[in-house]
């Protein structure tokens, strides 16, 4: 690999993100605006070309999301790097037409799921729902009950996955479905002590739903394990109701002593580069950031492995698509050729499960990634 600044002409990546309305997470941004620079700087870019981020900002509404799609069509990017975008499934058809294809961590929308112009680095959405259960039957949970929003795709991904799966671990299970946009929390936590279950929690809970779950839970009486998918602003916010708190990453954690000495290389890279463009405080906590610099990390390294040579919009999704084994950064092994979970855009089926800590930090509760496949 070459090292030092590139200089050719710019790859223009499009960089979608919720960003300055009453919900707004710059530090996604953040992370790959590090990574990117770190890229340019220190890694000769892509096969000799900087990366450009052109960023756009969203609000959550799918009139934002159709807008930045325009935008990255008018300024002629290679392809569009999703930050956090509830709205994203709107701007897929738009840039599938204009050939640009679509990166990212996780889905934000069921179409990101299937979409063939879409390839996200993360853990599948039926591997996330999943693994928590393995952990749970191992840990010696008998019961474990879910929370998930009142949609089509859940109610699936219960019948086709989360069902079928527990019974072959033992588990009584039972799945309480809410609405994600008026769900009252004390009547969905006490559905939920009604089953007395061992374990109470969601596999793909909005940090907004975790805020008010977890107390919710908490009031309810239970004395068990809670598990609060990915979020993590809980943590800072609830202060002791977060202590051991469960929730799921598909990285290593950077503040985390648990991270294995082998990875210890990619923190300090990580916190190098935050520090970099000053932004070293959303490295010394856990924050969005990371998820987002590690994608952009691994979008440009899986390019120059591959030659860096033709980066039109369809060369880039066909090298991705064909990405196998490859080890992403501070992640596990991924492969994006559509085998990580059959019918899912995600490249990923391995995740750890950490707890959250009085300090407010997560440590991670399992040595290594747990491997999932489909009903254990």
């Known amino acids: 690999m070459k090292t030092g600044a590139a200089t050719g002409e710019p790859l223009k990546i499009g960089f979608s993100n919720l960003e300055g309305g009453a919900i707004s997470l710059p530090e996604v941004r953040y992370g790959a605006e590090a990574a990117v620079k770190l890229i340019n700087e220190k890694r000769n870019g892509v096969g000799g070309r900087p990366i450009e981020l052109v960023p756009c900002a969203v609000d959550a509404s799918p009139e934002s999301s159709v807008d930045c799609a325009n935008k990255f069509v008018e300024a002629g990017v ?43 680095f993360g853990v599948s959405a039926p591997a996330a729902g999943l693994g928590p259960l393995q952990y749970f039957a191992e840990q010696g949970a008998k019961s474990v009950v879910y929370f998930l929003a009142d949609t089509p795709s859940s109610r699936d991904f219960t019948d086709s ?30 559905t939920a002590m009604s089953e007395n279950p061992d374990v109470i929690g969601s596999p793909s809970a909005s940090e907004v739903d975790c805020l008010s779950m977890i107390p919710a839970v908490q009031t309810a009486g239970h004395k068990g394990p809670i598990f609060a998918a990915a979020c993590s602003l809980f943590s800072t ?23 294995p000495a082998d990875r210890q290389a990619e923190v300090a890279m990580y916190k190098d580069a935050m520090k970099a463009i000053d932004q070293s405080q959303f490295a010394e906590k856990d924050s969005f950031a990371l998820g987002w610099f590690a994608d952009t990390m691994n979008f440009a390294r899986i390019l120059t492995e591959d030659g860096g040579g033709d980066l039109s919009g369809s060369a880039i999704l066909k090298t991705l698509k ?40 997560r440590n991670a509760v399992t040595d290594k990634f747990i491997v999932v496949s489909p009903q254990g």
């Open 161 to 190: 996955v989360l069902d079928p799966s527990a019974k072959s671990l033992g588990l009584k299970f039972k799945v309480i479905y809410y609405s994600a946009t008026a769900a009252d929390w004390s009547v969905l936590a006490a």
């Open 237 to 259: 916010i609830l202060g002791p109701a977060a202590v051991g708190v469960l929730t799921y990453s598909d990285l290593w954690s950077p503040t985390d002593p648990n991270t």
């Open 78 to 120: 290679q392809a569009v790097e999703l930050g956090v975008d509830p709205s994203a499934d709107a701007m897929l058809p738009i840039l599938s037409d204009a050939g640009i294809p679509v990166f990212g961590h996780a889905a934000f929308g069921p179409q990101q799921r299937q979409d063939p112009n879409v390839v996200l």
């Open 322 to 361: 064909s990405t196998k084994n490859f080890e992403g950064f501070l992640g596990p092994v991924i492969s994006c050729d559509g085998s990580a979970w059959k019918g899912e855009t995600a490249c990923g089926n391995q995740l750890l499960l950490f707890k959250t800590t009085e300090s407010g930090v």
